[in-house]
């Protein structure tokens, strides 16, 4: 037991996601009695893949998840864009000395679950949350959706996602998302050592990022997507996957080998974006982390990032504070690295997703010639890592 500040809490997370199983890892680790509730059956992942960066590589490391994340992900050297037609470049973003973890959420997922199992977290499937309720012995309780109510707990972790029913965040949605599928990474010369992107202004955006194997698979796989406006995906769907895949390949002729592995508009899954955050990630009885506390639109890569971080602060803030008072040290600790993020986020997206004429030209000729020199390039770089502002403010540990 490492917790220094009063006797171990109860507590309760809800999602078995990237943010819960990060916290619930952690906070065992205090001492603290966990338990976990998932809305599955059985926890299981939700999403195709994503990039871990170095400052999220250190929590898995710090949870024991991260030699067996590595074991599956593929290491991305850098991120490139490109012009679909002139084919220069609008996008090129290298790691330096580090890497960007590039890996299918089913992997991540088995890693944060080995974890998990490995302190024998208490994990309850099949427990829908529809909200909490205060009790007279100063504790909470969780609602489900059959109305039966949990145990008392300290502190309830909302960590259920975008789609939370106990976090007060009212998100803007964003104009632009996308659809993804996972595919056998064919044998091409594409490089599997960088994400890599086309364009045609900011109308059309198709990616692809090598993500190693899934979990009991030797065969590379990449994640493939394809942005989308938000209200587009019946539009695609009633086009048919023909007139799509043209409309793909007259943007990147190379990529026949991976769209031809799509034969299913079902394949193709839509995600939907939205910005928001909560000035007060917390209230009594209950702190939220992850996307219930701030979502944004991928762009910049950080999204699991920002999951896995909000677990390590808020477990740093319970280390070193009692709960009165650890609440508000994590909503302090995570401000500065959450606003400046989302704050770039808000900034960069419209350039590569959205219907504006002007902005492609902008980030074209003025913005990517300036971002290749120096300070701007080792800025993105600081960028790209999570590192760009400490992660977890006055509480990052050193070393």
């Known amino acids: 037991m490492t917790r220094r500040q009063g006797k171990p809490l109860r507590i309760a997370i809800t999602g078995a996601g990237i943010g819960g199983l990060t916290a619930a890892a952690l906070l065992s680790d205090q001492g603290h009695e966990v338990t976990l509730f998932d809305q599955f059956d059985r926890p299981r992942p939700v999403g195709s893949g994503l990039v871990i960066q170095p400052v999220g590589r250190r929590v898995l490391d710090a949870i024991g998840a991260g030699e067996m994340a590595r074991a599956h992900g593929q290491k991305i050297q850098r991120m490139l864009g490109r012009d679909a037609f002139s084919g220069r470049r609008v996008l090129d973003v290298s790691y330096g000395k580090s890497y960007g973890l590039a ?29 909490h309720m205060m009790t007279d012995r100063a504790g909470t309780r969780l609602v489900f959706a059959d109305r039966s109510l949990s145990a008392t707990f300290d502190l309830i972790v ?70 989308l406006p938000r209200n587009g995906y019946d539009s695609w769907r009633s086009a048919g996957l023909a007139a799509w895949k043209d409309d793909a390949l007259s943007l990147w002729p190379a990529l026949v080998p991976f769209l031809d592995q799509i034969t299913d508009p079902d394949q193709m899954i839509m995600a939907r974006y939205s910005h928001g955050t909560l000035r007060r990630p917390y209230g009594a009885g209950i702190v939220h982390i992850g996307d219930a506390a701030h979502r944004a639109s991928p762009q910049l890569g950080q999204g699991a990032n920002m999951a896995l971080l909000d677990a390590w602060a808020l477990a740093q803030a319970l280390r070193h504070f009692p709960l009165e008072k650890a609440l508000p040290a994590y909503a302090r600790a995570r401000r500065a690295h959450v606003f400046a993020y989302q704050w770039m986020s808000a900034a960069f997206t419209p350039q590569y997703q959205s219907d504006s004429r002007i902005l492609p030209v902008v980030r074209d000729r003025i913005l990517f010639p300036l971002s290749i020199l120096p300070p701007a390039k080792q800025l993105l770089t600081l960028l790209v890592k999570g590192t760009l502002l400490p992660p977890l403010g006055y509480l990052t540990p050193t070393g």
Not at 185 to 199: F, H, I, K, N, V
């Open 103 to 131: 890996i299918h959420r089913g992997a991540l997922f088995n890693s944060l679950l080995d974890a998990v199992q490995r302190r024998h977290v208490p994990v309850c499937p099949d427990h829908k949350v529809t909200g």
């Open 158 to 227: 909302d960590a259920s996602g975008a789609h939370s029913t106990l976090s007060p965040l009212k998100a803007r949605p964003l104009p632009y998302g996308a659809i993804w599928t996972t595919v056998d990474w064919p044998d091409t010369g594409l490089p599997q050592t960088e994400l890599s992107q086309r364009y045609r202004r900011a109308d059309r955006m198709i990616g692809i990022i090598p993500i190693g194997t899934l979990p009991g698979e030797n065969r590379p796989k990449a994640a493939l997507f394809w942005s």
